[in-house]
C-alpha cells in the first residue's frame, strides 16, 4: 500500500489491513518504489504535462492582464478561470490563487471581493490539468513601479528562482538548488521572508493538490538527484504577512543537457 496517499482515510485503512492480516497477508508499504516509477515521466505523460503547461500559461497570462486597479480579486479569479478552461484544462487539483495588497503576504490566498488598488503586488499562483497532469506556476503583477521592500523582494525573488534552477539539471542535487535559493534571498537581506522549500516534483495529481511533493522536494533533506524526464515546479515565494508577497515560478523538464522552462508569464513586475 501507498502509505503517504491522501485517499486512503486512517479508518478503511486499517480495516482492509486487517482483513488482510486474518487472511494470512502481510502489509508492506511501496511509497519509495511507487516514488521512483513516478518521478521520471514517460514520453507520454511529459505530452500531457506540456499540454497543461500550455494551459497554464494561457490561464496566467489573462488573469495578469486583469489584474488592474479597481478590478476586484474575484474577476482576475474569473479570468483565470476562463483561460486555464478555454485552453483545454481539466478541473484543477486546486483552484487558483489570487491575492492583492496585502493579502498578498498570506499564503494560498483564495479570492475575494478585494478591489486592487494602484501600486499593490497581486500574487497569482495555478495549474492547468490535462489528463491529470499538471504544471503550476506562480507570478506576481504590480500595479504601478515598485519601491522600497517589495522592489527588493522581487528582485530577490527572481534571483534565487534562477539560483536554483542552475542546479536543475541532470545529476544536480534539490538540496544544493533549495541552498542556492536561500542563499540569495539572505544576500539581498530578506532571509526573514523565507521558511519554505524552494520547489516540489510535478506530474499527475487528483484534488486537492497538483503536486508529487511528498516524491521530491527541493529541501535540505532531499538525497535524489535530478534525471532527465523528471518534472519539477521551482517556486521561491518571500512574503511578509499584512504587508506584500512576491512569488515568481517556473515548471521545468530536465533534460539530458539541463532543463527546458514549461511555464512563464511575460506580464510584469515592473522592476
Partial sequence: MEARSWFLPPEPFLKLSALLDTAGARVTHIDGALAAARLVKSPLEIERIRAAARSTNAGMTAAAEAAVPGASERT???????????????YFGMEPFVASGPRAGTIHASWTDRVIRPNEPVLLEMSATVGRYNAPLMHTVWTGPLSGEPAAMATACAAARDAALAH????????????ACKAAIADAGLAHTYRKRSGYSVGIAFAPDWGEGHLLSLGENEQRLFAPGMVVHVVPTLRVRDSAGVGLSATVLITETGHEVLTACDTGPLL
Avoid: M, Q, R, Y
Fill in 76 to 90: 482576475v479569479a474569473a479570468a483565470a478561470f476562463g483561460g486555464l478552461i478555454a485552453s483545454g484544462s481539466e
Fill in 168 to 179: 536543475v539539471v541532470p545529476g544536480g542535487s534539490p538540496a544544493a538548488a533549495h541552498a
